[in-house]
C-alpha cells in the first residue's frame, strides 16, 4: 500500500551499523526534518551548549568515525531553557527497550507524536534514526504508520567496531548489560537475562545504573563476561533483530552488500520506490578486501549454548525468513537464516548476493560454528 505523501521515515538499527552514516544522508536531502537517536540520554537534561562542547571533544564525530559535521548530533531538537526535550523521560533510554506491538504506553506515544508533529511543519518529512528501537519496531510501525527501514551489517565487524574503540571500555559493552538487565523480565529476554546472570538494577540517574553494571561487569569474576561472552550477547541481538525486521520492515538493508556497485545501486531504487528519496551511497568506503582483513582477523563463534537460546527466543517471534528473499543479503547473513530456518530457499540465489573474496580465495568465516 503506498504511503501517503511526507509520512515519516523510520531507520532502526543496532549500535555500529552506519546507520548514521545512512541517516545524514537522509538529512541532507530537500524538505527532510531529521532527528537523530529520540531515545539518547542526551534528551534528558542534555543543552545544545553541553551537547556541542562534547561533539567537538569527539572531533566533530571523527572519533566515533561519523561523518564530520559541525553542529552536535541533536541539533534540530527542540531543548527547553533547563535542559532537556519535551516529553521526554529517562525510561525511554534503556527500560522500555522491548516493547509488544498491543502494549499501551501513553507517555512514548505523546513523546513520538509531538517529535513527529514538530518535524512535519511546513509539509517537511520526517526521518528519524535509531539505534535503540529495533525491539520496539513493531510497536513503532503499529502507533506510527510510515515507512520503516532496518539496516545491519555483519556482527563481526559490529563486534570489531566495538573493541576498536576503547576497548572493554567501550560504551556498547555497557549499554548491552543495561538493557540485559532491566529488560530481563521480557520474554523475548528471559532466559537471556538468566544466562547473563545481570539482575534488575533502575536507579533515577543513569549515572548510577552506568556505575552499577560497569561494577558488575568488571568485578573479581569478570572472566565470566569475557569476549566471548559479549558476542554471545550481541549475536542474540542481532538476530532476533533481523528476525523481528520480517514482520514490519519495508525495506531490509544489510549494509555489506553497499560493496558492490550494482548492489548498491539496486538499493537506492528501493530506497527511491519506498521513501521517493533520492540517496547518493557512492562514498560507501567497505570495500571487500578491508572486510575480508577484518574478518580473517576475527575468529570468535557463537557458543552451543548461545545458539540455543537464541533458538528458543525465535520461537516466541515466528519470523518471516521468506520475506528476505526480496532484499540484497551477503553470504554470511544466508547461512545464518538457513541455519534458523531449514524451510528457507535462500540458497542457490545468486542475483541478491554478494561473496568476499580475497586475491581469488573466499575469506568466509561463519558466525555460527557449521552443523
Partial sequence: MPHPPNAPIFIHSLPRVGSTWLGYKFADCPNVAYRFEPFHENLIAGTPASLQEVFEK????????????????????????????DHFEKRFCFENYCIDPFNVDDGLRTYLANLLAEAAKG????????????????????????????????????????????GFSNPYIRDYSLIIGQNGHH??????????????????????????????????????????????????????????????????????????????????SQIKNKTGLSLDLSDHNMSNARLGRIMRRHRLVVSREMEGIIRRALRRLKPDWK?????????????????????????????????????????????????
Avoid at 514482520?247 to 548492489?263: Q, V
Avoid at 545464518?336 to 581469488?360: P, W, Y
Wanted: with cysteine.
Fill in 187 to 268: 520474554a523475548i529476554l528471559q532466559e537471556l537475562g538468566r544466562w547473563s546472570g545481570l539482575d534488575r538494577f533502575v536507579s533515577r540517574s543513569l549515572k548510577e545504573e552506568y556505575s552499577y553494571y560497569r561494577g558488575v561487569l568488571s568485578r573479581e569474576d569478570r572472566r565470566k563476561y569475557d569476549r566471548q561472552y559479549h558476542f554471545d550477547s550481541l549475536c542474540f541481538f542481532w538476530v532476533l533483530a533481523l528476525a523481528q525486521s520480517t514482520t514490519y520492515a519495508d525495506l531490509i538493508i544489510d549494509m555489506d552488500t553497499l560493496a558492490g556497485e550494482e548492489i548498491r545501486l539496486q538499493v537506492v
Fill in 323 to 371: 520475506r528476505l528473499r526480496q532484499f540484497y543479503l551477503s553470504e554470511e547473513t544466508e547461512s545464518i537464516v538457513r541455519r534458523f530456518d531449514d524451510q528457507s530457499r535462500l540458497s542457490g540465489r545468486t542475483r541478491h548476493s554478494t561473496r568476499v573474496e580475497n586475491s581469488g580465495r573466499s575469506a568466509w568465516h561463519y558466525v555460527f560454528s557449521p552443523k
Fill in 123 to 166: 509539509h517537511r518529512t520526517p526521518v528519524i534514526k535509531s539505534t535503540k528501537s529495533p525491539f520496539r519496531a513493531n510497536w513503532l510501525a503499529k502507533h506510527f504508520p510510515g515507512v520503516h527501514l532496518y539496516i545491519f551489517r555483519n556482527p563481526r565487524l559490529m563486534d570489531n567496531s566495538h573493541f576498536s574503540y576503547r
Fill in 58 to 85: 569527539l572531533r566533530f564525530g571523527k572519533s566515533l568515525r561519523h561523518p564530520v559535521r559541525t553542529d552536535h548530533y541533536h541539533k534540530n531538537y527542540s531543548f527547553r531553557s533547563g535542559g532537556g526535550v
